[in-house]
């Protein structure tokens, strides 16, 4: 390769190529079994995925129609949570204030997924605990095989790591891909973004 773009782009079409399409299809039946059963879905993650979490909640109410909720959108209950009760559990009790229940469903984003030893994420990993304890589907879409979630996950999508060096943003790059082509997915869209729907009039 003779630059640093030519290597990340070709790299990063290696990772596409090895995303698995079975799961994510169990991740599009999970969500539109929740959908049709009148469940809930709540979304999480840190840092870049908690701006995947807050977008594509934006995604699944207007184009998928179902109840969706990201959890770190109010920052003032966040921060109130973080500052009385640790970031820890800041998650996990706003899950359990919103009463999430067995007919609802947990997506989350995560590079790595979390770990009790050593704790990592353990924002997420409460979050996932949680979700088990009430019976909710757990799901998510992460770049590491043998984290938490991966392993505690009822199904997940996970980002193949090609180089070691662009996990992070090779993950949080695709994981945007993976989460559009859900809900654009037949099965759960219920209507065009604007730019497609004005496409299809012009068609027409």
């Not at 204030?97 to 030893?117: E, T, W």
Request: aromatic share 6%; hydrophobic share 40%.
């Amino acid at each position: 390769m003779n630059s640093f773009s030519e290597k990340f782009l070709a790299d990063t079409t290696q990772v596409l190529q090895q995303i698995s399409i079975i799961e994510i299809e169990s991740l599009v039946e999970i969500l539109e079994k929740t959908r049709s059963k009148g469940g809930r879905l709540f979304l999480v993650g840190s840092g870049g995925g908690a701006g995947h979490a807050s977008h594509a909640t934006c995604d699944f109410r207007k184009l998928c129609g179902i109840e969706a909720y990201c959890v770190s959108d109010n920052v003032s209950e966040l921060t109130a949570r973080v500052n009385d009760d640790g970031w820890d559990t800041s998650y996990s009790k706003w899950l359990e204030a919103s009463r999430l229940n067995a007919m609802d469903c947990l997506l989350v984003f995560s590079v790595g997924g979390g770990s009790i030893h050593p704790p990592v994420s353990l924002n997420l990993v409460n979050a996932v605990l949680f979700a088990e304890e009430v019976n909710a589907k757990v799901v998510g879409i992460v770049g590491r095989n043998g984290g938490f979630l991966r392993e505690r996950a009822t199904a997940s999508v996970l980002i193949p790591t090609v180089e070691k060096s662009f996990v992070t943003p090779q993950a949080e790059g695709l994981q945007a891909v993976v989460w559009h082509l859900i809900v654009s997915h037949p099965k759960l869209a219920v209507s065009l973004a604007k730019w497609e729907g004005i496409e299809s009039e012009k068609s027409n």
